[in-house]
C-alpha cells in the first residue's frame, strides 16, 4: 500500500519530491556551475543502464549481430593509406600517449597552482584504466582472430582504447568548459575532442583487435567512470561547504 501511495503521489512521494527539490534549490545556490553535476548524474544512471543491458545481452547470447556487419564493413574498405591512418589514430588514444598527455596536463594545472585539479585529473585516469582491467577480467572476451593488422594482448571487452581515451576526454572536456572565459571556443575545442575519441574507438575496429561492441562498451563506461567521477568530486566539495558554513 505505501508502494502504491509514494508512485501516486502520497506522503513518501511528497517527502521524496520535496527533499530532492530543496536539495537542488540549495546547490544550485551553492554551485554556479550546477549544470556539469546534474548532467552527470543523468549521464552516469543513463550509461550505467546501457552497459548493463549491453552486458546482459553478452552473457545471454555471446555475440551481436552488428558486430559481424561493422567488422566486415571495415574488411571491405580497407586498403593502405587507411591502414596508416587507422594505425595513427589508435596510437595516438593508446596507452603511452595517454600517459604524456595525463602528464601534461597535471603539471599544467600543478605550475598554474592548481594542485587540486592536478590531483583530482590524475586520480581520475589511474581509476578508469583499473576500472578497465577490473571489468575485462570479469567478461574475459577473446579478441577477434582474423585479418588483424595489430597484435595486441588482452582481453577484449571492454576496449581500453574506447574507454580510457574518452574518459580522458570528457574530464580534459570538463576543466576546458570550466576554466576557458572564451565559452564558444572552448565548446568548440569540446566537440573537437569527442570526434577525435569517436575516431579512436572506431580505429580498433578497423584494425581488427575489438570487436564493435567492445567499443561501444568501452564508450558506456568511459562515460559512466567520468561522470561519477564529476558528481563525487562536486558532491564533496558541496560537503565540505556546508559542513563549514554550518560550523560557522
Known amino acids: 500500500m505505501r508502494l502504491k501511495n509514494f508512485f501516486a503521489g502520497g506522503t513518501w512521494g511528497k517527502k521524496l519530491y520535496n527533499n530532492i527539490h530543496n536539495f537542488i534549490v540549495k546547490y544550485k545556490k551553492y554551485d554556479r556551475d550546477a549544470f556539469f553535476f546534474f548532467t552527470s548524474i543523468f549521464m552516469a544512471i543513463i550509461s550505467l543502464f546501457l552497459f548493463l543491458k549491453l552486458a546482459e545481452d553478452y552473457y545471454e547470447y555471446g555475440s551481436w549481430s552488428i ?8 574488411l571491405s574498405i580497407r586498403n593502405e593509406k587507411l591502414n596508416s591512418v587507422a594505425k595513427f ?27 587540486k585539479k592536478s590531483f583530482h585529473f590524475a586520480l581520475g585516469i589511474i581509476g578508469v584504466w583499473i576500472f578497465n582491467e577490473g571489468l575485462k577480467a570479469i567478461f574475459k572476451r ?18 581500453g582504447h574506447a574507454m580510457i581515451f574518452l574518459s580522458f576526454i570528457i574530464l580534459l572536456s570538463y576543466y576546458i568548459l570550466l576554466d576557458f572565459k572564451n565559452k564558444n571556443m572552448a565548446r568548440l575545442i569540446t566537440l573537437l575532442l569527442f570526434i577525435y575519441a569517436g575516431l579512436v574507438g572506431m580505429s580498433r575496429v578497423y584494425l581488427g583487435v575489438h570487436y564493435f561492441s567492445d567499443v561501444i562498451g568501452g564508450w558506456l563506461a568511459g562515460i559512466l567512470w567520468s561522470s561519477t567521477f564529476i558528481v563525487i568530486n562536486r558532491a564533496l566539495a558541496y560537503k565540505k561547504y556546508v559542513k563549514y558554513n554550518t560550523i560557522k
Request: proline residues 6%.
Open 67 to 74: 558486430d559481424t556487419k561493422v567488422y566486415s564493413y571495415f
Open 89 to 115: 589514430i589508435t596510437n595516438t588514444g593508446g596507452v603511452a600517449s595517454v600517459i604524456i598527455l595525463t602528464t601534461a596536463v597535471v603539471a599544467f594545472f600543478y605550475i598554474n597552482k592548481k594542485r
Open 142 to 159: 577473446e579478441r577477434p582472430s582474423i585479418d588483424r593488422l595489430l597484435n595486441p594482448s588482452g582481453y577484449s571487452f571492454p576496449s
